[in-house]
């Protein structure tokens, strides 16, 4: 069955950096869209970068020009690079692919 785990979440301070990544199994990762998500505590979960099957990247106006969204079809895996850590940055993050399925989160947590 499809599989999508993610890593790299932690503690980290305000304007650090995290790379976040999801490796996905069980599926044709190439021929996906890949997504990551974030759900804050009492919000509801937002979409914040996506990448599509021929790498091209959409983002949230609260990440853009912070966050980078990339891929690797060798490694099926998907990366997310986060810059300039702000608090309002705390959140879950998920990787789901396509509509067919989300991975279990990773959190990330921006505090001084």
């Known amino acids: 069955q499809v599989q999508l785990v993610e890593s790299g979440g932690g503690l980290v301070q305000p304007g650090r950096s995290l790379r976040l990544s999801c490796a996905a199994s069980?599926?044709?990762?190439?021929?996906?869209?890949m997504g990551w998500y974030r759900q804050a505590p009492g919000k509801q979960r937002e979409l914040v970068a996506q990448?599509?099957?021929?790498?091209?990247?959409t983002y949230a106006d609260s990440v853009k020009g912070r966050f980078t969204i990339s891929r690797d079809n060798a490694k099926n895996t998907v990366y997310l690079q986060m810059n300039s850590l702000k608090p309002e940055d705390t959140a879950i993050y998920y990787c789901?692919?396509?509509?067919?399925?989300w991975g279990q989160g990773t959190q990330v947590t921006v505090s001084s």
């Open positions: 789901r692919a396509g509509f067919i399925a």
């Open positions: 069980g599926l044709r990762f190439d021929f996906y869209a």
């Open positions: 990448i599509t099957s021929g790498g091209a990247a």
